[in-house]
T-cell receptor
Framework: EAQVTQNPRYLITVTGKKLTVTCSQN?????MSWYRQDPGLGLRQIYY???????DKGDVPEGYKVSRKEKRNFPLILESPSPNQTSLYFC???????????????FGPGTRLTVL | KNQVEQSPQSLIILEGKNCTLQ??????????LRWYKQDTGRGPVSLTI?????NTKSNGRYTATLDADTKQSSLHITASQLSDSASYIC??????????????FGKGTKLSVIP
């Protein structure tokens, strides 16, 4: 089954304790992306990746890191989480070839993070 | 700065009625425009995707239209059902020949369908 998986689904942590949220897709997609969603603000892009070893900042990259060492995985790293990073996080992937604008994005189930 | 504006912010309709959601964008040049449905607490699910050369695209009771000249899109829902209650998000993808791969999201329209 084609899918995007995220782990963990729920996480409660304390300020400053490094954490990683994993994201994996089984569709051989080039494009992967992380979003956070907060009430009233909609989905905001944190980082995206066009392919292995190619990443770029989205709208709200501060406080986050990513890596793309394998095509299927795109982990999100919070090196020193703060309470303002409490949010619902989504990973997504899509194909993207040539100069086209990318294909339909498939979203993961979300990770609800609380930073105390 | 690229922007996507959606209206209305929220909408309440009676089951069985039709409704139309609006999306205005400034992204230019753009490659495609997408509509997603998002149930509360879950990941968005794609409804339609249209390239700049398409005017309309349907997916069951959902029909999206696009006017690239006026930079407007709409999503029409026919014969609404209780399960249509969700947020609907408009997303514009840039023409990546211009060197940008960042998607621009609207904040969504929250639709409530009541019996």
């Amino acid at each position: 089954e084609a899918q995007v998986t995220q782990n963990p689904r729920y996480l409660i942590t304390v300020t400053g304790k490094k954490l990683t949220v994993t994201c994996s897709q089984n569709m051989n997609h080039e494009y992967m992306s992380w979003y956070r969603q907060d009430p009233g603000l909609g989905l905001r892009q944190i980082y995206y990746s066009m392919n292995v070893e190619v990443t770029d900042k989205g709208d709200v990259p501060e406080g986050y890191k990513v890596s793309r060492k394998e095509k299927r995985n795109f982990p999100l790293i919070l090196e020193s989480p703060s309470p303002n990073q409490t949010s619902l996080y989504f990973c997504a992937s899509s194909s993207w070839s040539g100069t086209g604008g990318g294909d339909t994005q498939y979203f993961g189930p979300g990770t609800r993070l609380t930073v105390l | 700065k690229n922007q996507v504006e959606q209206s209305p912010q929220s909408l309440i309709i009676l089951e069985g009625k039709n409704c139309t959601l609006q999306c205005n964008y400034t992204v230019s040049p753009f490659s495609n425009l997408r509509w997603y449905k998002q149930d509360t607490g879950r990941g968005p699910v794609s409804l339609t995707i249209m390239t700049f050369s398409e005017n309309t695209k349907s997916n069951g009771r959902y029909t999206a239209t696009l006017d690239a000249d006026t930079k407007q899109s709409s999503l029409h829902i026919t014969a609404s059902q209780l399960s249509d209650s969700a947020s609907y998000i408009c997303v514009v993808s840039p023409y990546s020949g211009a060197g940008s791969y960042q998607l621009t999201f609207g904040k969504g329209t929250k639709l409530s369908v009541i019996p």
